[in-house]
């Protein structure tokens, strides 16, 4: 019963939606009409600006730490990855967004955070090395995956290795129409960096 409990939580905690509500608060703007229709940090990026975008990411960022960081307060005798894996599938659909929300990315980052933060550490340098190589924000965003689940190897946590790996297929998933657009050279390229 402790582990329904702690994933019902963590479900919710990743089914706010920061993008609609960043959106329709502080721009009038419903983000899911414009651009990709995604509720993550990459659309608002390019819909409502840097400042929103920016504020979208950190708090779905948050929402993945906060799920695998509850039952480390609690006391709870339940493992924080697995409570993590929740946050994302809420944000990925989201019972308060009509089940239609990101691409995983921000909130898979913030589980990672919440249990090892030197892993995080390793994926965001990769995720801004390839992003700066590359000014693709999809492919940055599965090739720091992928370098999650090769660092977790290094260090032999191989549980984190399993969770990262299953984070890692969510996000490919997720971006299938963005390889596709990579491929045929369509995918839109950031011009900041």
Do not use: C
């Not at 550490?121 to 992003?131: G, R």
């Amino acid at each position: 019963m402790e582990y329904v409990l702690y994933i019902l939580i963590a479900y919710l905690l990743g089914s706010i939606p920061s993008g609609l509500i960043v959106g329709k608060i502080g721009y009038g703007t419903d983000i899911r009409e414009h651009g990709s229709g995604n509720l993550g940090g990459t659309n608002t990026f390019r819909v409502l600006g840097i400042k929103a975008g920016l504020i979208v990411t950190i708090a779905d960022i948050l929402k993945g730490t906060a799920a695998a960081a509850i039952p480390y307060f609690m006391g709870a005798d339940v493992i924080p990855l697995v409570i993590g894996i929740f946050a994302v599938v809420g944000h990925m659909y989201p019972i308060f967004a009509g089940f239609k929300g990101g691409k995983a990315v921000a909130t898979s980052g913030g589980v990672i955070l919440g249990v090892n933060p030197i892993i995080f550490a390793v994926l965001l340098l990769s995720f801004f090395i390839v992003l700066y190589l590359s000014k693709y924000v999809s492919l940055s965003s599965m090739i720091s995956g992928i370098v999650g689940i090769i660092a977790t190897l290094v260090v032999q946590d191989y549980g984190l290795t399993i969770i990262i790996s299953l984070f890692t297929i969510f996000v490919i998933y997720r971006h299938r129409a963005n390889i596709k657009r990579i491929i045929n050279k369509t995918e839109p390229k950031i011009t900041w960096m």
